[in-house]
């Protein structure tokens, strides 16, 4: 089992977007919400065709939430410029200091549908090394010269890195302040994920336990909950079909793969009526997600929670969220009585 930082209660955290279809003042209840039920952080999507602008809505969170931690789940490379980002990211942090964490990835929704490329291996190496420099307020070297935030936010907004394939776990492990966890909802493949990043800090030289772990999972509850799924599922269908290897239980649903990354639609990227949701079966489903009824979802959790990690991110889904974070909630409360029964409510 990979170390964890500490043996606190493992974190609850959520994952949402600002829909298009709903008003700024429901998304701040939301996040209100979730802070009152006790969530510690709340990641925003930044997907700028699917979505509303994710960095306006942090800045309602920083000024209108007090307690969560907060930031972009996951921004990218390629559509915002690293000083932007830093930038950004500062000034949340001036609003909410000590509550501001960076998410970065290679780029996914927001990329491949204007014809661009992800960031690679060495731009996201490059990335992190120059995002946490500028949120220190060093200087780092530009095209056309030196670079350097005009302040530094104290203290400055830790950099994690979103990984689902070995190497860029390896490269969290050895450059980032934590790892966003992504692939499917099964603990074996999350312990070997969660090897990859031990494996890159140590041969940085760092103790694989200054690396915090968050692992993301969707959950639905509920006599709709496969249903409710199907559309992120498919979303990481298609993303399986660029690993390398993918794990050996998921195999024999290479067709299914295959057939989300042929038909998906950016445009209703995580929307629960999304057509290209029917690209994948009910059981391939139930492999990529976490659902069922109550007790289902209990003991995967359980079971996820156990391999490691330091916070677990449930996928906050569209459709009565309200509700849905209610149930959510609960769950978790049973979740961490059963890991910990000194932290039951």
């Known amino acids: 089992m990979s170390p964890r930082r500490d043996h606190g209660p493992v974190e609850l955290g959520l994952s949402l977007g600002l829909s298009p279809r709903e008003r700024e003042g429901r998304f701040v209840e939301l996040a209100r919400s979730a ?16 979505m509303k602008d994710a960095y306006v809505g942090l800045a309602l969170l920083a000024h209108e939430t007090e307690r969560i931690r907060i930031g972009p789940g996951v921004t990218n490379l390629v559509t915002r410029h690293e000083t932007v980002i830093a930038n950004a990211m500062a000034s949340l942090a001036s609003i909410a200091p000590g509550r501001v964490t960076v998410g970065l990835g290679a780029g996914d929704s927001s990329v491949f549908p204007l014809g661009r490329r992800p ?13 946490r420099s500028l949120l220190a307020g060093e200087e780092v070297e530009g095209e056309a010269g ?10 400055p907004p830790p950099v994690y890195l979103a990984a689902s394939q070995p190497r860029m776990l390896r490269l969290a492990g050895a450059v980032a302040d934590g790892v966003i966890v992504m692939g499917p909802a099964d603990p074996e493949t999350v312990r070997m994920q969660m090897a990859d990043v031990d494996a890159g800090a140590e041969r940085a030289g760092r103790d694989p336990r200054a690396v915090f772990r968050d692992l993301w999972v969707t959950v639905a509850v509920g006599p709709t909950a496969v249903a409710d799924v199907k559309s992120w599922a498919s979303a ?7 690993w390398k290897q993918v794990p050996a239980s998921l195999e ?17 990227h995580l929307s629960l009526r999304a057509g290209h949701a029917e690209a994948i079966s009910d059981d391939f489903a139930r492999s990529l997600a976490v659902a069922g009824d109550r007790e289902e979802c209990r003991r995967r959790l359980i079971s996820l929670a156990g391999v490691g990690v330091d916070r677990i991110t449930l996928t906050l889904l569209s459709g009565g969220r309200e509700s849905r974070l209610e149930e959510l909630a609960e769950i978790w409360d049973a979740v961490r009585s059963d890991l910990d029964p000194a932290v039951a409510p």
Do not use: H, N
């Open 35 to 50: 802070e009152r039920l006790g969530v510690d952080a709340l990641w925003v999507i930044d997907s700028q065709l699917a």
């Open 119 to 131: 960031s690679t291996i060495r731009e996201c190496e490059a990335g992190v090394r120059r995002l």
């Open 146 to 155: 030196g670079l350097r935030l005009s302040f530094a936010p104290d203290p």
């Open 236 to 242: 990481q269908a298609r993303w399986l079909t660029k």
């Open 252 to 268: 024999r649903f290479r067709d299914e793969m295959e057939r989300s990354a042929a038909t998906y639609d950016f445009g209703d």
